[in-house]
């Protein structure tokens, strides 16, 4: 079974410019999730889509980032413009979303992002 | 809100010696709680995982107990090797499907010859 997918693996731009990353699930998989991980910490939630609905984006910037999923299989993050407390790894992780009691997650290898 | 404290590292071990990663955390009702592992240059990996109370999650020699009364899910092995050198995060989700995940800031081990 292929694992979640991530592109590209990594990025540098200069800030105020636009970056998108892209990222798809397992096949199957009805959740997607968008993690951010700055160095030295643990990731955080960005957005959280089931099929293509957004479930949760409480802690997604939104005057900055965007996210989609149009057809409910993979998605795209964008970030526009790019700050230089943006610089951090982007990780994509999906989900069955159908599990009664618990639903693993499984992650992508991420995108290490470098603002400069 | 939910939230995971691990201790800090790095945490240097000589191969072969026993390793506790302590983790606790704070949630509303009862999470589901895992360690990922991240190994240099890698995704995030699940390690284990336990669902409720007393659970014992276990993989490749590493254990974690569920300790609902004192909200603790400590990452123990009892002889690491070289390889096992990686960041190891502690996460909880609530129950229910589809819940994000809540991670600790990650410990890294690096355990040498």
């Known amino acids: 079974e292929a694992g979640v997918a991530q592109s590209p693996r990594y990025k540098i731009i200069e800030k105020r410019q636009s970056v998108a990353f892209w990222c798809n699930p397992i096949s199957g998989h009805a959740t997607l999730y968008w993690y951010q991980q700055i160095l030295g910490q643990g990731p955080k939630l960005l957005i959280q889509f089931q099929n293509n609905g957004v479930v949760d984006d409480s802690q997604l910037p939104k005057d900055r980032f965007s996210a989609e999923r149009l057809k409910g299989v993979d998605s795209t993050l964008k970030i526009q413009p790019a700050k230089l407390e943006d610089s951090a790894v982007y990780l994509c992780?999906?989900?069955?979303?159908?599990?009664?009691?618990?639903?693993?997650?499984?992650f992508g290898p991420g995108t290490r992002l470098t603002v400069l | 809100g939910n939230s995971v404290t691990q201790m800090e590292g790095p945490v240097t071990l000589s191969e072969e010696a026993f390793l506790t990663i302590n983790c606790t955390y704070t949630?509303?009702?009862?999470?589901?709680l895992f360690w990922y592992v991240q190994y240099p240059g890698e995704g995030l990996q699940l390690l284990l995982k336990?669902?409720?109370?007393?659970d014992k999650g276990s993989n490749k020699g590493f254990e974690a107990t569920y300790r609902k009364e004192t909200t603790s899910f400590h990452l123990e092995k009892g002889s690491v090797q070289v390889s096992d050198s990686a960041v190891y995060f502690c996460a909880l989700q609530n129950t229910g499907t589809a819940s994000k995940l809540t991670f600790g800031t990650g410990t890294r081990l690096q355990v040498t010859l």
């Open positions: 992780a999906s989900s069955s979303g159908t599990s009664g009691r618990t639903d693993t997650q499984y």
């Open positions: 336990a669902t409720k109370a007393d």
């Open positions: 949630a509303t009702g009862y999470p589901s």
